[in-house]
């Protein structure tokens, strides 16, 4: 390999080099402000939630519902699924056999 060939290969690798340690730095910076925002605003520092906690709260919700409040749920989404079918049939997009 020629001495310019070199000499451009190893300014690439610096170049890409710098741009990697750039982005980790970013991204750790952005974290951190992300952690001192939270605490500032008084939610603490934040922990994972797991699929268990999750569904757990789902569940506290959907039981802390009364039929009458389900029933309502269930109907509007019904109507908004009837209405997107619809749309997607008769709509904007039904002269191209979408």
Same mark, same amino acid.
């Given at each position: &390999?020629?001495? &310019?060939?070199?000499?451009?290969?190893?300014?690439?690798?610096?170049?890409?080099?710098?741009?990697?340690?750039?982005?980790?730095?970013?991204? %750790?910076? /952005? +974290?951190?402000? @992300?952690? #001192?925002?939270?605490?500032?605003?008084?939610?603490?520092? #934040?922990?994972?939630?797991?699929?268990? $906690?999750?569904?757990? !709260?789902?569940?506290? %919700? %959907? !039981? #802390? @519902?009364?039929?009458? +409040?389900? +029933?309502?749920?269930? $109907? $509007?989404?019904?109507?908004? $699924?009837?209405?997107?079918? !619809?749309?997607?049939? !008769?709509?904007?997009? #039904?002269? /191209?056999?979408?």
């Amino acid at each position: &390999m020629g001495k &310019m060939k070199e000499k451009f290969m190893e300014e690439q690798e610096r170049l890409i080099r710098e741009a990697v340690e750039a982005f980790v730095d970013d991204d %750790w910076q /952005y +974290q951190e402000y @992300l952690k #001192s925002l939270s605490e500032r605003m008084g939610y603490g520092t #934040s922990k994972p939630v797991t699929q268990e $906690e999750i569904q757990s !709260n789902h569940d506290d %919700w %959907w !039981n #802390s @519902l009364t039929d009458k +409040q389900k +029933q309502k749920l269930y $109907e $509007e989404q019904e109507a908004y $699924e009837k209405d997107r079918i !619809n749309n997607d049939i !008769n709509g904007l997009n #039904s002269r /191209y056999g979408v």
